[in-house]
């Protein structure tokens, strides 16, 4: 059988690490396949593709081991740039690979590296530019477009320089919802339409795996399960390696074909097994708890554009009280970091009022603000000013004036909250992309700040990550801290917040406690909120008794329990 | 303050990318040429009326505005110590003390250089007003392997005409003293302006290598990139309580210095993020077979701009060569000498 991409005993280690960032990796993709490659983050997905596209050894220095062959090519005797016009590379993040000023250059670069014909790549970026949905689109900046046009662009770049093989790391990482389904969908699109190999690194096993042919579980550079899906899944969780989606639990904890990806599916499947009654849980949905503490943040009537463009916030009026925690959804753009930033200070309503704390923030400056509020980024780069951990904790008490006496209680504090008092000596550089979130993190809370916001705390995370910056937000919130926290992850606000925000175009549609709002099947659709699959078999199961906004898997659980116990019971 | 391309498609934003890098070079050598304050102030008003078609108004005023002081400076320069022996005194700048004496030929000489300046200023911020960075990169990039001859042959020639005839305006006696025969004399100064004309051709035509026209390219698309990055950074900065603007002056250098580290590093992160982007896309497959979507085409508009500024040229040179080159200073030369 011919092999599209074959590693034999392959080993990696980039120069000056400690250890091996693959080991023994032994592989055969044949043509046409449809690959999932999972696994928490460093356990060695990226240096796996990077390896297929040359990139290693030849870009990333370090010990290679093995050979890895694509086609009839050792990639070690090849050059990037013959492997670039065999295999198509998306990576995780969007913005960090385009490169040219205009959507359309950006897809033509690659055919004119390769030496494309003029007429050819002009035919090349139309027919590429419609097969991800992006015609129109031509003159655009790259960098003023949303993520998931972003990605979409990158994905129309490697699609026009007409690869055998398509390595895609994380291409949904850094998307909303929709933009997820949509690029998805793409991709598996652009694959099978031209019958090519596709490579897919992802977290979010639930989108991805009805859609692939085979997965890789990979953990500390090894591959420890490959086959096809139901083989994988068949073989069960690996803890904090591979947990299998929700429903798919399920289906095996009652005896369903493990291939359940669909609430429908499984909802159909098991009252086919077990004909369901009714069941009538004790619990009822707490009435809109009225929250008696003191306002701490007030918006009244808040209007607010960016220059020459719609408005960004349309009268918004909002109060948040002390000890709160809020989840702040929405759709890429709807204004919820136009919203988070007026209340630091970083931008000034046009129209109406947001006082903080009891004071009016258009008077007040925002290093004045930021002694009640500490304001995370969503990405820790942007916010670390230091080479070592120590300074960079410090760096805040100094510029408030804290007495110096203070300092090494307070970094000790903060770091123990973030679990990570063991890199106080560290340099930053040394640190993975969840410490350094959690870092980020910390230097906020030397502070001690009153309010907490949070930007996206978990791009780019995987799972393990997510759980516990979550974690740490939720102690915080309990701690005494308000919390107000920008998230794309409905299933976490819902499991850990109290009250959601949801904002479009720049209004509020909805206010409320979080299991109201994931009751409310239109507001979600409408605002493309994907609800969690607990969730959406809870709202199938609804006419047999079950509360639609349940969440937590054991709750759901239960109640299946119940409910076949009791259709077998008669 | 940056000049950006603005988007458009007037007059000038239709014009071939060498046009306007022509008409830029043609404008800067005029400058050097023109010696006379009302004809340099004729062209740069020429220049403006075409420019302010093509180009908001506004925004070329308050860009043009900024450097009025600093060319008046310079004309103020030229006025106080230009002072060649016969010049046309006319009073001492601080008469008490008959210090630094004012010329007729240095008011004019002053009033000249501020339209030059200008001039010259003028056509850059209109060539980068209309055309795209990516464009202009491409200019000067070397592109297609093999040139047409005929493509070669016409651009000799041309050249060859305009030199053959520059050297005539300019350097009549050393041509002179060639040899006594006319024939012989044109023949050599033919030839050698042909040899001259294939030879700037060639140089011309070479123009940078790819990697380099890339990397122009590469580095245009990251400003805009770059100055959104500066500003999510100082944003942050300012989230942590920094006071990004403090009144103790020690206390802003250190404010400044926590901003540098990210941006720097920003850009870093930026520079290998391209690297490897590029290098996934494959950059180095086979640069000097490289091709290119965009691509640069005369019209008959081009033509017409490129023959209107060789004209100029001449017509320039054609007055020094009469000496006529300075009717301003002349013209009020014999006033004054009427009067006395």
Redesign the interface.
């Known amino acids: 059988m011919e092999y599209d991409i074959e590693f034999q005993g392959v080993s990696f280690r980039y120069a000056g690490a400690q250890s091996d960032a693959l080991s023994g990796v032994d592989l055969q993709i044949p043509r046409g396949q449809i690959v999932l490659v999972t696994g928490p983050a460093g356990s060695g997905k990226t240096t796996l593709c990077s390896c297929i596209?040359g990139?290693v050894p030849h870009?990333h220095e370090g010990e290679l081991k093995g050979e890895v062959l694509v086609r009839a090519y050792h990639t070690r005797r090849a050059?990037?740039?013959?492997l670039?016009?065999l295999v198509g590379?998306v990576?995780q993040?969007p913005?960090?690979?385009?490169?040219?000023?205009?959507v359309?250059?950006e897809v033509?670069?690659?055919?004119?590296?390769?030496?494309?014909?003029?007429a050819q790549?002009?035919q090349r970026?139309a027919e590429a530019l419609s097969s991800t949905r992006l015609l129109g689109f031509e003159?655009r900046?790259p960098?003023n477009l949303s993520g998931g046009e972003q990605q979409a662009c990158a994905i129309a770049?490697?699609h026009a320089?007409h690869p055998e093989i398509y390595v895609m790391d994380e291409p949904l990482a850094n998307l909303d919802p929709s933009g997820r389904a949509q690029v998805l969908q793409m991709l598996i699109d652009v694959a099978k339409g031209r019958q090519k190999t596709l490579i897919i690194v992802e977290h979010s096993l639930d989108e991805v795996l009805p859609l692939v042919d085979r997965v890789l579980v990979m953990n500390e550079g090894r591959i420890l399960r490959d086959g096809t899906v139901a083989e994988v899944l068949a073989a069960g969780d690996i803890p904090r390696v591979f947990t299998r989606p929700e429903i798919v639990r399920l289906a095996e904890r009652f005896g369903l074909d493990p291939k359940t990806f669909s609430a429908e599916k499984f909802y159909t499947d098991l009252n086919a097994r077990h004909p369901l009654g009714m069941i009538t849980p004790a619990e009822r949905l707490q009435p809109t708890s009225t929250n008696s503490s003191q306002p701490i943040i007030e918006f009244q009537d808040v209007h607010y554009s960016y220059k020459n463009q719609t408005a960004a916030l349309q009268g918004v009026s909002l109060t948040i009280h002390t000890g709160e925690l809020v989840a702040l959804l929405g759709r890429n753009g709807s204004g919820k970091t136009t919203l988070a930033?007026h209340i630091?200070g970083?931008l000034q309503p046009e129209r109406g009022r947001v006082i903080v704390a009891g004071r009016d923030v258009a008077v007040t400056?925002?290093?004045e603000l930021?002694?009640e509020i500490g304001?995370c980024?969503q990405?820790p780069?942007?916010?670390?000013?230091?080479?070592k951990v120590r300074d960079e904790m410090t760096?805040?008490l100094k510029?408030?004036n804290i007495d110096p006496a203070e300092f090494d209680q307070r970094v000790r504090r903060a770091l123990e909250l973030v679990n990570l008092l063991d890199v106080l000596e560290a340099e930053i550089f040394d640190l993975g992309k969840g410490q350094k979130q959690r870092l980020a993190l910390a230097?906020?809370l030397t502070?001690e700040p009153k309010i907490l916001i949070i930007d996206e705390p978990t791009t780019g995370q995987d799972p393990q990550m997510t759980r516990e910056i979550f974690d740490i937000i939720k102690h915080l919130n309990e701690l005494g801290t308000t919390v107000l926290m920008i998230t794309h992850r409905v299933d976490y606000a819902a499991a850990y917040a109290s009250r959601a925000i949801v904002m479009n175009r720049g209004q509020i549609a909805f206010d409320g406690p979080v299991l109201e709002l994931i009751s409310d099947l239109e507001i979600m659709q409408a605002n493309s909120l994907d609800l969690p699959d607990v969730t959406k078999l809870a709202l199938q199961l609804h006419k047999h008794g079950v509360p639609p906004w349940t969440i937590q898997y054991e709750a759901l659980e239960g109640y299946l329990a119940q409910l076949v116990e009791a259709s077998h019971g008669d | 303050m940056a000049i950006e391309y603005q988007?458009g498609n007037a007059f000038l934003h239709r014009l071939d990318a060498r046009t306007k890098l022509l008409l830029f070079v043609g404008m800067t050598i005029l400058a050097i040429v023109v010696v006379d304050p009302l004809l340099m102030g004729l062209l740069f008003m020429a220049l403006y009326l075409v420019g302010a078609r093509s180009v908001d108004r506004k925004l070329l005023n308050s860009n043009l505005r900024i450097l009025i002081v600093i060319f008046l400076t310079f004309s103020l320069f030229q006025i106080i110590f230009f002072t060649s022996k016969d010049a046309h005194f006319l009073f001492y700048l601080i008469p008490v003390k008959n210090w630094i004496p004012v010329t007729v030929q240095g008011l004019v000489r002053g009033a000249a250089v501020f339209f030059r300046f200008f001039s010259v200023v003028l056509a850059v911020h209109l060539m980068l007003y209309t055309t795209?960075?990516?464009d202009l990169a491409l200019t000067i990039t070397k592109r297609e392997q093999n040139r047409r001859l005929g493509a070669e042959l016409t651009s000799t020639l041309t050249l060859g005409l305009i030199l053959f005839v520059i050297a005539h305006l300019t350097k009549v006696e050393e041509i002179q003293a060639l040899s006594a025969d006319i024939r012989v004399r044109t023949l050599i100064v033919l030839a050698a302006s042909f040899v001259l004309a294939y030879i700037l051709q060639k140089i011309i035509g070479h123009g940078l290598p790819p990697e380099m026209g890339m990397a122009l390219?590469?580095g245009?698309?990251?400003v805009?990139?770059l100055s959104?990055?500066t500003e999510?950074?100082t944003?942050?900065?300012?989230?942590?309580?920094?006071?990004?603007k403090p009144k103790n002056l020690i206390r802003r250098v250190q404010v400044l210095t926590?901003?540098l580290?990210?941006i720097f590093?920003?850009t870093l992160?930026?520079s290998q993020?391209?690297?490897?982007?590029?290098?996934?896309?494959?950059?180095?497959?086979?640069?000097s077979?490289?091709?290119?979507?965009?691509?640069l085409k005369f019209q008959s508009i081009d033509y017409i701009v490129l023959t209107l500024i060789v004209l100029l040229l001449f017509a320039g040179m054609y007055l020094n060569y009469l000496n006529i080159g300075n009717p301003t200073e002349q013209f009020i030369l014999n006033l004054l000498a009427n009067r006395s």
């Open positions: 596209n990139l870009y050059r990037i740039g013959g670039a016009s590379m990576f993040d913005e960090s690979q385009l490169v040219t000023s205009s359309a250059d033509a670069f690659g055919p004119e590296n390769l030496g494309v014909p003029r790549i002009n970026v003159d900046e960098h770049a490697t320089m930033r630091i970083l400056p925002t290093h930021t002694q304001f980024f990405n780069n942007h916010q670390l000013v230091a080479f760096f805040g510029a408030h230097s906020v502070l | 988007k795209p960075p990516v390219t590469l245009f698309a990251t805009g990139l959104k990055q999510i950074i944003d942050a900065q300012k989230a942590r309580g920094y006071d990004v926590a901003l580290l990210p590093l920003a992160e930026r993020d391209i690297s490897v982007a590029i290098l996934s896309r494959g950059f180095d497959y086979n640069i077979a490289r091709t290119y979507r965009r691509q």
